[in-house]
């Protein structure tokens, strides 16, 4: 089962208002970064009830994907053509945006899981929180002069 529905990855992200690239499919790839990154800004600083919560989870699978360990998209879930390299930065921005999803008590979780469903979509959502957890800083515990 895949952390967020097939519909969300390939039709969805679309800014507030709706414009000419409405869906990752239909933007140039120099604005598919803007629209992720859109959506994930937008969980992050949302108050109340989330309205792109289902979208939030899809952009940071999409993150997720360029991160070492990250799960590759299933072409039939995701965008048709391929995503463009994405900076660095959106790790942090997606992760916070699932934490957001998942302390949002009355929302995505509650009303787009199948309760049944509901352990199985936590820890895929807690796998791509891991993946887009950024490395440890390497420390030397030794200096070994040779």
Known sequence: MRPSAP???SSTLSPATSGPAD????????EREALIRGVLTRTVDATGWL???????????????????GDSID????????????????RTLAA????????????????????EDGKQWR???????????PPPPSIPLFDVAQ
């Open 123 to 133: 820890a895929n959502i807690n796998r791509l929180r891991a993946v887009l957890a």
């Open 96 to 115: 916070e945006a699932l934490d957001r999803v998942i302390g949002d008590e009355a929302g995505p979780a509650s009303n787009w899981v199948d309760p």
């Open 23 to 30: 869906s990752l499919d239909d933007a140039h790839p120099e």
């Open 7 to 9: 519909s969300a990855l």
């Open 51 to 69: 309205t792109e919560g289902e979208e939030a989870v899809a952009a940071a699978a999409l993150v997720a994907a360029q991160c070492p360990d």
């Open 75 to 90: 072409p039939s879930d995701g965008p048709e053509e391929p995503m463009p390299a994405l900076p660095g930065d959106l």
